[in-house]
Structures are given as C-alpha cells and as structure tokens.
C-alpha cells in the first residue's frame, strides 16, 4: 500500500530554513500532486503547497515568498524548505498524496523553531 | 481569493443524533470539495471527496452535498468515535489554492 514519511529536524532556530522530505512508498510520485500542510498547536489544518507530476508548483499565498517545494524523482522523494522561519512556524507537517483529494497522510512531524 | 468558512464552530450532540456541519465558499468552487475527519493527536482522515463520493471505508452514516457555494457533510446517526475536528477544504485551481475551513469540533452531550 502507498505509505508517506515525513523526517527532517525537529527543531529549528529562528530565522534559519526549515527543511523536510516525504519519502513515499508504494506509488511514483511521477503522478498525481503531492502536498505539505501543517498545524500549529491547537489550531486548524494549513495547505502549504503542492508539486504536480515531479514539476509544477503552487504555493499558499500567505507563505509563497518562503516556500520550495521540490521532488527527487530518482529517490521518490518531495522535499519542502521553508526559509526566515519565525516562532510562528511551529507546527507539525503532513506530507500527503493529493489526487487532488488528500487521500494518504504522512504521520506528521512537529517542527519546533526556536527564539 | 475564494475564503472558506464552516458553522459551527463547534457542537456537542447525542449518540444517535444526526449531526450537520456547514462549509461555506466566498465563490463557487464547482464540485472540488471535500471533508475530513481529524480525532485528537491523530493524522487527518478523507471522509468525502467531490462533495459527494465516500471515501472507501467509511462508514455510510457519513454523507455530503451541496454545490457552488454552500456545502454540507452529515452524520446520520452520531457514534462516540465520531468524536473529532472535522474540515472542509477546496481543491480547485483559482487562488488562493487547495485551502482548508476553519473546522467543525464535534463533541459528545
């Protein structure tokens, strides 16, 4: 079955880059989008972006200026960097398969920028 | 940019209750809309997709409608492992993306 895995640092000083990876098993990330959202603690789901067929992006507005989404199609891999991070990126990430429905989740890693 | 929002914000309901939850679209947004349910300290869950069409496995208690602008997602019967956060989100193409609802909290009475 398809399965998503979230890694990168779990702690994050502020204004330095946040970098994550989704590794995905199980499909081709060749297809389909694949999507970041996050969570702050306590508060609602956040679409951060989406990379389509290994290619094309498209980023939330609201963190576009800060945002890279990038695919390893050799690894299967998709990549997110978000850059000038603040206190307010504290969250957990969810890597997902969007198709275009978020149909498989990542377990999610909590992200912590500190001051 | 097209803003979602959903009502309530939060409810608490008995078991057996059928339970409605609104997502609303500032502009129509098609048939590109779907619902999710997240329980505490869990990942996000597709109920609901285009709308309408039920996720495979789960459970036919779970139902969506509407069009354009104003969307419904209903539990028929209310369960106690209904207990969650329940989001809609837009997936259609015009800005500012595939963005979430606020979120439904949906407890037991």
């Known amino acids: 079955q398809v399965q998503l895995q979230e890694s990168g640092p779990g702690l994050v000083k502020a204004s330095g880059t946040l970098s994550l990876t989704c590794t995905v098993s199980g499909d081709s990330i060749s297809t389909y989008y694949w999507a970041w959202t996050r969570q702050s603690p306590g508060k609602g789901l956040e679409w951060i972006g989406y990379?389509?067929?290994?290619?094309?992006?498209n980023y939330n507005p609201n963190l576009k200026s800060r945002v890279t989404i990038s695919a390893d199609t050799s690894k299967n891999q998709f990549s997110l960097t978000l850059t000038s991070v603040t206190p307010a990126d504290t969250a957990v990430y969810y890597c997902?398969?969007?198709?275009?429905?978020?149909?498989?989740w990542g377990q999610g890693t909590m992200v912590t920028v500190s001051s | 940019d097209i803003q979602m929002t959903q009502s309530p914000s939060s409810l608490s309901a008995s078991v057996g209750d059928r339970v409605t939850i609104t997502c609303r679209a500032s502009?129509?947004?098609?048939?590109?809309l779907a619902w999710y349910q997240q329980k505490p300290g869990k990942v996000p869950k597709l109920l609901v997709y285009d709308v309408s069409t039920l996720q495979s496995g789960v459970p036919s208690r779970f139902s969506g409608s509407g069009s354009g602008t104003d969307f419904t997602l209903t539990i028929s019967s209310l369960q106690p492992e209904d207990v969650a956060t329940y989001y809609c989100?837009?997936?259609?193409?015009?800005?500012?993306?595939?963005?979430f609802g606020p979120g439904t909290k949906v407890d037991m009475k």
């Open positions: 989100q837009k997936y259609d193409s015009a800005p500012p993306g595939f963005t």
């Open positions: 502009q129509g947004i098609s048939s590109f």
């Open positions: 997902a398969r969007s198709v275009p429905a978020f149909d498989i």
């Open positions: 990379i389509y067929a290994g290619g094309s992006t």
